[in-house]
């Protein structure tokens, strides 16, 4: 198993769009699907309300976990430890909007596709998270 | 979205070898990937000595997750709650190890494979985690 660089977590970062964000309950940590964009150094996301958004306007400090897994024996894996800070402003919130749509290929469906509420993307609550640190590690490849 | 039954999450477990694991750190949580069993009602893991099991031993409260993704607009998500209990009697490590071998295949190396340490499975740390609560959640399909 090695690290990976920072250059190669962000070429990861920018290759997917689904990762696993962790965020703490009050027993422990609370882990699901997350579609996101990575840009500017910062992932965009966007939620409806529900137990993610409540959990990280609680605790902001979230993880969001990214791989491309090969086999068991050839994997990567990608971890951003941040800041969840809610885009209020409406400038920020139309750029994180451009953001997402961008990265989900011009589709604001596919952006908004899982939420439960089939919210569109100019009714989503979007936000970011700000890196304090992003490591990575890799088996094989 | 809808819930899964509890019947439809131990489907996935079962059907699954990797998931990710997320435990508290610190300052937030850490997640990385897990190659794991399911099996009487229970995650069966292992692991080599490092930062996982570290936090793991600090605060055995943690979280499994494990989907099926095969769009943004169709999957499936299985979190796992519950106590992370490390196996050191001898009976219990010997049951564990021919859980782990016997999900994967029966093939040893692919279970420990992803260790830097490459430690062989008869010498990996093996660990339950016995589930408080098991949840999911689907998309589409």
Same mark, same amino acid.
């Given at each position: 198993?090695?690290?990976l660089s920072l250059a190669e977590c962000?070429?990861?970062? @920018?290759?997917?769009?689904?990762? @696993?964000i962790a965020?703490?309950?009050?027993?422990?940590?609370?882990?699901?699907p997350l579609h996101y964009a990575f840009a500017e150094g910062a992932i965009f996301g966007h939620a409806a309300p529900g137990k993610k958004l409540r959990l990280m @306007?609680?605790?902001?400090?979230?993880?969001?976990?990214?791989?491309?897994?090969?086999?068991p024996t050839e994997w990567?894996?990608?971890?951003?430890q941040g800041a969840f800070r809610e885009l209020t402003g409406e400038e920020e919130q139309v750029h994180a @909007?451009?953001?997402?749509?961008?990265?989900?290929? #011009?589709?604001?469906?596919?952006?908004?596709? #899982?939420? #439960?509420?089939?919210?569109?993307?100019?009714?989503a609550i979007v936000f970011r998270i700000d890196p304090a640190e992003i490591t990575g590690c890799a088996e094989g490849g």
């Open positions: 198993m090695r690290d962000e070429d990861i970062l @920018r290759m997917q769009t689904v990762g @696993r965020v703490r309950d009050a027993d422990g940590v609370y882990i699901v @306007r609680l605790w902001p400090h979230v993880a969001l976990q990214v791989d491309t897994i090969v086999s990567k894996s990608v971890l951003v @909007r451009q953001v997402l749509v961008r990265a989900f290929e #011009g589709n604001p469906l596919l952006v908004t596709a #899982g939420h #439960g509420h089939r919210t569109t993307l100019a009714e």
